[in-house]
Every structure is written in C-alpha cells, then in structure tokens.
C-alpha cells in the first residue's frame, strides 16, 4: 500500500481487503499513511480508519493524551 496514489493498478489489493472487511463487518484501517494522496487514495476506497507519520509520530503511551488535547 506503500504507493496507494500511484494509481489504479496499485490499489487492486487494498480495495479487496477493504471490501473484505466490510463484508465481515469489522473496520478497515491503513497503517503506514504518510502522504496526503495516501489518505486520499485509502479515503477513496472506503477505508475505516487510518494511521501514520502523516498524524503523529510514534509516542510514548504518557504523550497520547497531551497530544490528543491539543488536538
């Protein structure tokens, strides 16, 4: 999923797990986002949730609630 925004070719595999997902009525969520056009593109197939350096970078569990207050 590394290059989501590539085009279509690239998102065959993430669009089967996201429809899979919603067929098993559990969310999807992409890991790794770090680019706008990598949210976009995972926005676009449907995806749940998403995380990645593109939101935060990854914190000690003592930073979450400082961060998300900010927030």
Known sequence: M?????GPASSALPQVIVAL????????I???IEREAQLAGVRA???DL????L???PMPA???AAALSRH
């Open 55 to 57: 939101f935060a970078v």
């Open 30 to 32: 992409a890991e790794g």
């Open 45 to 47: 197939l449907g995806c």
């Open 62 to 64: 003592e930073s979450i």
């Open 21 to 28: 997902a919603k067929t098993l009525g559990v969310q999807s």
């Open 2 to 6: 590394d290059e989501i925004d590539s």
């Open 50 to 53: 998403a995380q990645g350096y």
